[in-house]
Structure formats: C-alpha cells, structure tokens
C-alpha cells in the first residue's frame, strides 16, 4: 500500500524548483538516492482550497466555520462572523505569531544583554561601546563621563520597556521620523509594549470579540510596528553592541565553502551567541587534533541562513546557503554536524541528516 502511493507521488525537476544551481544538483542527487525534500513535499501538498482562501475559521469550540470564497457573503460562521471578520482574523494571527517569534528573539537577546552587563555572564562581553553609546543616546539615555556598565544597565532598563511596557510609546518611537510618529499618533497605533500588542490582537481575533475588519487590521499595524521597530531593532542593536557592528567584508558563499579534506560544521538558526561560542572553540587544540587524528586537516565552520548571515557580515565567515538549501546541503553527504538553534529549522532536517549520516544537534 505503501508502495503503490509512493509510485504516484510526483517528481520534481530540480531545475523549475530552484534557480540555485548547487541546490538543484542535490536535489538531482537526492532523488536518485530516494530522499525527500521540501521541494518534493511542496509538489506532492494539495493545499486545503477552503484554507488558501482563509476562509476557515476554528477560533472556538462551536467551529470549524467553512465559508465559500467563491459565494463570499452566501454563509456567515455559527457565531455570525463574516467572511470579511474570519479573514481578518486570520491574517492578524498570523501578523501576532511572527511579531512573537521576532520579540522572543529580541528579548533572548536582551536576556544575554542583562547577564553581560551586570557581570554574570563573563563568556561575552561588550565589543562595541561606539554603538552602545550610540543606541543610548538614541533613546535619551546620558553617556558622558559615565562608565560602560552604567550605561549598558540603563539601556537594557530603557529597552526592556519593549516587551513589558503596557502603556505609553515603546522606546525606539523615538527615533522615528517626526511626520510619521505624527501619522501613527493620529491612527493610535504607536506601539505600547510587544507583550500588550500581541495578547491584545489574541484577544481581539477571538470569537465574540472585535468584529470589524478594518478596527482588527489597525491592532494589526500596532502589532507590526512592536515587532519592526521593537523586538526586530531591538535584536539588531543588541547584537552589533555585543558582537560588533558589522562592515563590509568578502566571504564565499553557496555550498562550494564545503571542504573535501575537513570536518565540516555548519550552523543554522537565528541567536547568533551559539555561532560566536562555535567560533572561538572550532579552533580549541584538542578539537583541530581530534580532527586530525580522524584523517581531516581541520574543521571547516560555516553558516547557513540567519546566523550564517551575521557571521558573514561580522567575521566574514562562509556562508553555505538560505532557509530552502537547509536539507539540499546534507544531500552533499560532506556535512559532518549541523548545529541548530531557533526558528527556520525544519523538522524534515532531522530525516535527511539520518539519511546521510549527519549529526544534527
Ligand atoms: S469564532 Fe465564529 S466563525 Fe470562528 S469557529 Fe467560532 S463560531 Fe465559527
């Protein structure tokens, strides 16, 4: 049975799937070696007709509603929600999920920010004072003749206020332009706190709530906005003050950076603190003889999507290719370990690197 529905799964060609010439060859090499990929997995998914269209909603326990985007106004969901409420609904959980993922990264990163600056944390340190003197600035936080420290906790006071802060405008409203702020402020969706953001558009998309599309997708921008201009920025400053404010580099990239004769590591997510950790002990005596004595001239550390492009941008290292080469790298059978934090990790890695061998931790 088995069998037979896997002889009527369609095949990819690996040149409509991708315009990555490497990935393409692997996908070539997968196939033939019976492997499946996202790729395979996209050309063989029947998307639900009723889903793409968003007009399913399963908001409470008196769902699933299933309306007819073909007749859009025809059928109303048990509680009485339109179709206009149920889409706009699920948009704006989703616009919550990614603000989420974005502010549990941003406030990942402050964590590691607090635990640095008052001493805890003595394995990072503060490599860029330029830019953390910078950051306080921008946000109205005095630098002049105070030390490092000082002004590292009072930063990660001011910028905690971008996740907790319930009411008032989060800390970076500061430094948007002075005509937007006003447009924002005549719409009321300047940004409160992420926190407040996020559990209110929950609340609002939920059954016997906010009924009307246009007050839901405002919650929306509000919600966006604590994301681009809170969590998201948050992230990006935090991370330069820690790990320094990248400038321009030359690095190789696509799935060449992989070396024949080394062990070859790549890592893969978005915290950049497991990447700089790697960094410093790839190059441990014991690690590189290990390697050695194992027949390799050495351990080739590379990077793939979001940290990859960090470490790309601040230390020059290569980068092996995006969130969709992932599994298509693995097909290499060269990819000793693969090294994984948060978001973007795909569980159907874990098949593929059983398949070829690789440790995937
Ligand atoms: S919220 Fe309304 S439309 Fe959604 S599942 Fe419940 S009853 Fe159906």
């Known amino acids: 049975m088995e069998e037979e529905k896997s002889s009527t799964k369609k095949s990819i060609n690996p040149k409509d799937a991708t315009i990555c010439e490497a990935t393409a060859r692997m996908l070539e090499k997968a196939k033939k070696d019976g492997v499946e990929t996202a790729f395979d997995?996209?050309?063989?998914?029947?998307?639900?007709?009723?889903?793409?269209?968003?007009?399913?909603?399963?908001?409470?326990?008196?769902?699933?509603?299933?309306?007819?985007?073909?007749?859009?106004?025809?059928?109303?969901?048990?509680?009485?929600?339109?179709?206009?409420?149920i889409m706009a609904r699920n948009f704006a959980r989703m616009v919550a999920a990614g603000a989420a993922c974005h502010n549990d990264h941003g406030m990942a990163m402050l964590d590691l920010f607090?635990?640095?600056?008052?001493?805890?944390?003595?394995?990072?340190?503060?490599?860029?004072?330029?830019?953390?003197?910078?950051?306080?600035?921008?946000?109205?936080?005095?630098?002049?003749?105070?030390?490092?420290?000082e002004i590292a906790l009072d930063l990660y006071k001011e910028l905690e206020r971008t996740y907790t802060q319930v009411e008032g405008e989060i800390p970076f409203a500061k430094r948007v332009p002075e005509k937007t702020l006003e447009t924002w402020r005549k719409h009321g969706i300047v940004p409160r706190g992420a926190m407040r953001e996020i559990m209110e558009l929950m609340n609002r998309t939920h059954m016997g709530v906010d009924q009307h599309y246009e007050n839901l997708t405002k919650q929306c921008s509000r919600t966006a906005l604590a994301d681009g201009w809170g969590g998201s920025m948050v992230a990006t400053e935090i991370c330069d003050i820690l790990f320094g404010t990248p400038t321009p580099v030359s690095a190789e990239v696509n799935m060449g950076v992989l070396k024949e004769n080394e062990v070859n590591i790549i890592v893969h997510g978005h915290e950049p603190n497991l990447f700089e950790s790697m960094l410093v002990s790839v190059n441990e005596p014991s690690l590189v003889k290990a390697a050695k004595d194992a027949g390799a001239k050495g351990i080739n550390l590379v990077g793939m999507c979001c940290s990859g492009a960090e470490m790309l941008s601040r230390h020059g290292i290569p980068?092996?290719?995006?969130?969709?080469?992932?599994?298509?790298?693995?097909?290499?059978?060269?990819?000793?370990?693969?090294?994984?934090?948060?978001?973007?990790?795909?569980?159907?890695?874990?098949?593929?690197?059983?398949?070829?061998?690789?440790?995937?931790?």
């Open 114 to 149: 607090r635990e640095v600056a008052n001493g805890n944390n003595q394995d990072y340190k503060i490599k860029d004072v330029h830019k953390l003197e910078d950051v306080a600035r921008s946000v109205g936080i005095e630098v002049e003749g105070r030390s490092t420290k």
């Open 319 to 361: 980068h092996a290719g995006n969130f969709m080469s992932t599994e298509a790298i693995l097909v290499t059978g060269a990819v000793d370990a693969m090294a994984v934090d948060i978001q973007c990790i795909k569980q159907g890695l874990v098949k593929v690197a059983e398949c070829y061998n690789t440790y995937l931790f």
């Open 41 to 85: 997995r996209a050309l063989n998914m029947k998307a639900c007709p009723i889903g793409a269209d968003s007009a399913c909603c399963k908001h409470c326990a008196m769902g699933p509603c299933r309306l007819n985007s073909k007749d859009p106004y025809g059928k109303v969901g048990v509680c009485g929600a339109t179709i206009d409420t």
